[in-house]
């Protein structure tokens, strides 16, 4: 024989009920608190509720953090800490860097005496924060415009 407990807050029931005719009760008063529930909206309202804009499946670079990654993998070491180059083999990459695309596939395979980064190295996303902070880098002055060099 099972017993079956219903409380409120001003009185508390208690029923017996003897195998299956448990069993069922209870399946029907699980039944009956399921149909209670309502839920916050109609399948109409949601219909007409837009949908959020989709957002990109990448957030944009971050020249910050491009900033950081330039020199945590040393690459001011040949470019300079701005980009510009060097005597050595390091070439100008900024300002005004090669299109997003076309840098991560020269960085991927270089030609001179640069090494190769492939993805296990440094992935495409970082390779775009590095390019948008050599975008960001302002060109420097016409040589006409240094006193010095009059």
């Known amino acids: 024989m099972s ?24 399946s029907l008063l699980l ?6 529930w309502v839920p916050d909206a109609t399948p109409k309202q949601k219909a007409q509720t837009p949908a959020p804009p989709a957002k990109e499946s990448r957030p944009a670079e971050d020249a910050g953090k491009g ?8 690459c001011y070491e040949c470019h ?15 300002p005004a860097p090669i299109p997003k695309d076309a840098f ?6 270089p030609s001179g005496e640069m090494p190769p980064y492939t993805e ?3 992935s495409d996303a970082e390779l775009a924060d590095i390019r948008a902070f050599l975008a960001i880098i302002p060109k420097g002055p016409n040589s006409s415009e240094i006193p010095l060099l009059k």
Do not use: D, H
């Open 80 to 94: 300079g800490y701005q980009g510009q180059g060097s005597t050595a083999p390091g070439a100008r990459i900024a």
């Open 3 to 26: 017993t079956l407990t219903v409380r409120s807050k001003s009185s508390r029931k208690s029923f017996c009920l003897a195998g299956t005719a448990a069993n069922t009760a209870l």
């Open 120 to 122: 296990r190295v440094i």
């Open 31 to 36: 039944f009956a608190t399921s149909m209670v």
């Open 67 to 74: 900033k950081r990654l330039y020199a945590t993998y040393g």
């Open 104 to 109: 991560v596939a020269y960085v991927r395979q």
